[in-house]
């Protein structure tokens, strides 16, 4: 390293460490343990007589001056601010991996999130707000095991964050006058087989957020419906709290005693596991050096294509699609929508669709994604086939050149190469698991959309299905392949 990257870093370190604190009416021994953080901003808004947008403009220019990843100097410049002890100011301002919870006041990353308020009334009357409370798959308080109350936001023409602020002011105002007075040691009181309970919910989330954050490490894929794109609009927007919890409780096993607390059930009884070995692993790593997962997923089913030899993902396709031609034959249609070749929708009376060469029906494009997707080795566009023929002749050349599979014959009147794989039986046995995994998630994807069609959607509007397929190798145990029943929601996935 260069002697100016050395000077660089010093000066970096130098302007941090000798910041000149802002002068602050606060009072060691204010800040709760776990608040959430726009309790701390209203308090110091009363205490600074402050208003919400002031409180925006001091955070910015004198907290928010790290990177996201100087997460412990910004921990240490607040503990320094505001004279608490380091230990009480991480449980307030450091980032909440599993919650949605506010730990700064950014109006465009807040402007979405919050519609509603949430708080424990009882908690309310200590003067205390948890950053738990805000989370909105947690149903009771963790600490007086009652339901959570939940007020809409009230509409005003300031932000929505402020709005959010002066909302909880005044709730706290309501029920514990002089609140912002106290100190955190009589704040909240809490007995000892409260204190056990919260200790205890308090240890299972901060597990579930390590293992939350250390996911993307030993995640080696993850699968769904929509592995291949596709061009159709999300509908909705709220998260699966129940698949949430789901894989919280798979991650991070969670006690019993604390199951009443969630929105929805932490059981996980449809969760399925198939264990593979770690030898499988080692050789799937390798495979990585030199191929993608959409490159073998597609190398793998051109090859059974090119055989004649369906597998039985293929089959359970060819299946999908018998169904639902005899569930509507084309001759018989009544759908009023249709969907042009090239975009764009036609409504029309029942019957009608069927003289309008460009447009297809609904259930013809659910067929036929099937089949394009999985079965059609023979398009009958020119360009298609050429584009089609040359992508399985360059996955073919890189797959002999790395030495994964060998060429054992030819087919399509001997221009097209037969391979042989040189993996493992297991491997095989695992690339079959999880694409058949996949084709029974998009085919519930595709029918909950020709559903919705029925009951008045614009087939434009397809709900799209979560990720639920998740190949997981953890420290020294054996290769998972965990996957959840299909389940419909929205574009955001938390994990």
């Not at 073998?296 to 169904?323: H, P, W």
């Not at 669709?353 to 023979?378: H, M, T, V």
Request: hydrophobic share 35%; glycine share 4%; aromatic share 14%.
């Amino acid at each position: 390293m260069s002697n100016t990257n050395h000077e660089k870093i010093k000066l970096t370190k130098s302007r941090h460490n000798n910041i000149r604190l802002p002068k602050i009416n606060w009072g060691r021994g204010r800040l709760n343990k776990h608040e959430s953080f726009v309790a701390f901003a209203a308090k110091f808004c009363r205490l600074n007589c402050l208003t919400p947008k002031q409180f925006r403009e001091f955070w910015k220019t004198s907290i928010n001056i790290f990177d996201n990843d100087q997460q412990e100097k910004r921990v240490c410049l607040i503990a320094r601010i505001l004279n608490e002890p380091k230990s009480v100011v991480r449980t307030v301002f450091e980032n909440r991996p599993l919650d949605t919870s506010w730990n700064s006041m950014d109006s465009r990353a807040c402007h979405y999130r919050y519609n509603s308020i949430s708080y424990c009334c009882e908690c309310l009357d200590d003067g205390f707000h948890g950053n738990f409370h805000e989370s909105d798959w947690l149903r009771k308080c963790p600490i007086h095991y009652i339901d959570l109350t939940r007020e809409l936001l009230k509409y005003s023409s300031n932000l929505k964050v402020d709005r959010y602020l002066l909302q909880l002011l005044s709730l706290l105002d309501l029920n514990c006058p002089g609140w912002e007075f106290s100190d955190s040691k009589y704040s909240l009181k809490i007995d000892i087989k409260k204190q056990k309970i919260l200790n205890e919910f308090l240890n299972w989330r901060r597990e579930a957020e390590k293992s939350v954050t250390k996911r993307p490490y030993w995640c080696l894929g993850s699968f769904g419906s929509n592995y291949y794109s596709f061009d159709f609009k999300p509908n909705g927007k709220v998260y699966n709290h129940n698949l949430l919890m789901q894989k919280l409780g798979w991650m991070t096993p969670i006690p019993e005693k604390l199951y009443g607390l969630f929105d929805e059930s932490p059981l996980y009884s449809e969760l399925d596991i198939q264990y593979f070995s770690k030898k499988l692993a080692n050789e799937l790593k390798a495979l990585f050096l030199t191929h993608r997962w959409y490159e073998l997923f597609d190398l793998y089913k051109s090859v059974y294509l090119v055989k004649g030899e369906l597998r039985t993902f293929q089959r359970m396709v060819e299946i999908a699609i018998n169904d639902i031609n005899l569930a509507h034959p084309l001759h018989s249609c009544d759908c009023i929508w249709g969907i042009s070749k090239i975009g764009g929708l036609i409504n029309c009376l029942p019957g009608d669709l069927k003289y309008y060469g460009n447009y297809q029906c609904p259930y013809e494009i659910a067929s036929n994604q099937l089949y394009d997707r999985w079965l059609n080795l023979f398009p009958n566009n020119d360009s298609e086939l050429c584009r089609k023929w040359g992508y399985y002749d360059s996955l073919v050349d890189n797959a002999k050149n790395n030495g994964i599979a060998s060429v054992v014959g030819y087919a399509c009147e001997g221009q097209k190469p037969i391979l042989e794989f040189n993996w493992s039986n297991e491997l095989t046995v695992l690339f079959d698991n999880i694409l058949e995994k996949v084709v029974l998630a998009e085919i519930c994807e595709l029918k909950t959309w020709v559903a919705s069609i029925k009951s008045g959607i614009p087939p434009d509007f397809r709900q799209l299905f979560l990720r639920n397929i998740y190949l997981v190798k953890r420290h020294n145990t054996d290769l998972q392949l965990i996957s959840w029943p299909p389940s419909g929601n929205n574009r955001y996935e938390r994990y």
